[in-house]
């Protein structure tokens, strides 16, 4: 039982790149959630999905994307990167009759150059 | 709409002594309220939480937490720290018939025991 992986750990873009981060959890948990952290500022959500193949918005979800195409998947894709998105991203999920319980992944350190 | 405020962003105590790391929030209606550990290079980690019921609550690794409505306050204790209770520590909170994805944190404060 993994709990919940990211890949990749690590990533430099330069301005205008694309990318994608990939979140899966192993837990059978109906809830998925891309969070970035920011120096001072906690975690802001980015998106999240309550089920394979919905997905919504969350607080900060501008230059975003995000899908989830199988229930134990939820990517994050970046279409043209920016210095402001210089961050670490977590993912976390839960199960739907446990909702206060976030289960989190070890995080994606991405910094854009 | 909810808001949380960690009064400390830093902590600095010896090992052995006794922690209070700060916690307010603000909503007007009625919340759940958390402490997450972020240990370094690791996700969050729930320590405890308040959803009903005593005002006491205890989690792992011999905290404890107590809401106190009036002050709209959850500070998190520990009578004695380990070196190993280096961490960031988060509230969050959010409120009563909100889905998880409402949870606000807080920006965090970061407990640093010395020996």
């Known amino acids: 039982n993994a709990g919940v992986t990211q890949t990749p750990k690590f990533r430099v873009l330069k301005t205008g790149q694309s990318m994608t981060l990939l979140c899966a959890q192993d837990m059978n948990h109906e809830y998925m959630y891309w969070y970035r952290q920011d120096p001072g500022m906690g975690l802001r959500l980015i998106h999240y999905?309550?089920?394979?193949?919905?997905?919504a918005k969350g607080e900060v979800p501008d230059g975003y994307n995000v899908s989830r195409l199988k229930k134990q998947n939820f990517l994050l894709g970046l279409e043209s990167a920016a210095p402001s998105q210089t961050s670490v991203y977590f993912c976390?999920?839960?199960?739907?009759?446990?909702?206060?319980?976030?289960?989190f992944g070890p995080g994606t350190r991405l910094t854009v150059l | 709409a909810q808001s949380v405020t960690q009064l400390d962003s830093q902590v600095p105590v010896f090992e052995e002594a006794p922690v209070e790391l700060r916690c307010n929030y603000s909503?007007?209606?009625?919340?759940?309220l958390f402490w997450y550990v972020q240990y370094p290079n690791q996700g969050l980690q729930l320590l405890l939480k308040y959803l009903s019921g005593s005002t006491l609550v205890k989690g792992i690794n011999g905290f404890e937490a107590e809401f106190n409505k009036s002050q709209t306050s959850f500070h998190l204790r520990k009578p004695s720290v380990h070196i190993s209770d280096t961490a960031e520590y988060f509230c969050a909170v959010r409120s009563v018939g909100s889905g998880g994805f409402k949870t606000i944190f807080g920006a965090g404060t970061r407990l640093f025991v010395k020996a």
């Open positions: 999905s309550v089920g394979e193949g919905t997905t």
């Open positions: 909503s007007s209606v009625s919340v759940y």
């Open positions: 976390a999920s839960t199960d739907a009759g446990d909702p206060d319980t976030q289960y």
